[in-house]
C-alpha cells in the first residue's frame, strides 16, 4: 500500500523560498512519475511540477523559472523547491504518485 506524506509548507512573505517534501512509503519514487499539484480556495487542481522515473522534470507554467523537482532515491522523497514566491501561490501542496495522493501541505505566502 503506498502511503504519501507531504511536508514543509507554511506562512512565507513573497519573495521567500519554502522546500516541500513527500515521503513517500510502500513504492520507490523512482519507480514511476511523481507529481505535485496544488489547488487554491475555489479553484481546481493545478499540475505544478512532475519528476518521472528516468529523472526528466517538468513544470507548469505558474512555477516553471522558479521551482525545481528533485528526488532522493535514499529516502525515498521527491522534493519541490519554490523560489520567489507570490500571493497567488497560496494553496494546499499535493504528491501524487500512481493513483494515490496524500493529505497535503498549506502554503500561505503574505506580508
Known amino acids: 500500500q503506498v502511503q504519501l506524506v507531504e511536508s514543509g509548507g507554511g506562512l512565507v512573505q513573497p519573495g521567500g523560498s519554502l522546500r516541500l517534501s513527500c515521503a513517500a512509503s510502500?513504492?520507490?519514487?523512482?519507480?514511476?512519475?511523481v507529481q505535485w499539484y496544488r489547488q487554491a480556495p475555489g479553484k481546481g487542481r493545478e499540475l505544478v511540477a512532475v519528476?518521472?522515473?528516468?529523472?526528466?522534470?517538468l513544470y507548469g507554467d505558474s512555477v516553471k523559472g522558479r521551482s525545481t523537482i528533485s528526488r532522493d532515491n535514499a529516502t525515498n522523497t521527491v522534493h519541490l523547491q519554490i523560489n520567489n514566491l507570490k500571493p497567488e501561490d497560496t494553496a494546499i501542496y499535493y504528491c501524487?504518485?500512481?493513483?494515490?495522493w496524500g493529505q497535503g501541505t498549506q502554503v500561505t505566502v503574505s506580508a
Open positions: 501524487s504518485l500512481n493513483v494515490c
Open positions: 519528476i518521472g522515473h528516468l529523472g526528466t522534470t
Open positions: 510502500g513504492r520507490a519514487v523512482s519507480s514511476e512519475n
